[in-house]
């Protein structure tokens, strides 16, 4: 497992794709967050919050975290090393367990530069340190955790297509069901007592518990859950080769 993480970390910031989504991601949450006069910009949001970083970053790891994924096992299908890799004394889901771990520290490399906001904004308020510490730690765990399961979701697209865009979109979409899908069907309001039931499957209602800088056990089941139920669904992919 440990080989197929170094090696899909090595793959991943020795390319393009890898270097290009850190960059991506830190440019457009700092552009928003402090260049552009529009809602999210932090100075003139006029307290001292990471509130609309928190808002930000999901629907930017929307595409991005896509981006990283989709080429984890499509391209390996595609240029015939799936095999290979298949041959290896490895167990399936040791291989897939490295994809998703390497995927992971990626989205974990490009949120650590982040901290420099809860700095900036932590000297920033008046007075000094008035930022909500609890909140926004939380925010960070809760944003880890929904980059998390956006990459489950595409290792999982990526193992059962060899088209990289394919994988791609696939990806979009289903991790954009999961994270804002639920809150449209609960938002309808026909399933009477069931409206909170189906708006808790949703990714959405459990990142924004765990904004509020209260770590619920039931949240992080969530998180697990769903990381937990695509794992394994990647795994029933790549054993169908064997049917």
Known sequence: MFTVFRKEINSFLSSLIGQITIIVFLLINGLFLWVFPLGFNILDYGYASLENLF?????????LIPAITMRSFADERKAGTFEILMTKPLLDLQVITGKFLAGVALVLFSILPTLLYYYSVYQLGDPVGSIDTGGTWGSFIGLLF????????????????????????LAVFISGFFYIGFEFIHSLAIFGRFDLFIQSLGINAHYTSLSRGV????????????????????????ESRKW
């Open 55 to 63: 808002m930000l970053s999901p629907f930017v790891f929307l595409f």
């Open 146 to 169: 929904l980059a998390s399961a956006f990459v489950a979701i595409g290792t999982f697209c990526s193992s059962i297509t060899q088209n990289s865009i394919v994988s791609f979109l």
């Open 215 to 238: 770590l619920d056990t039931r949240d992080i089941l969530y998180f697990l859950s769903l990381i937990t139920l695509f794992i394994l669904l990647t795994k029933v992919s790549l």
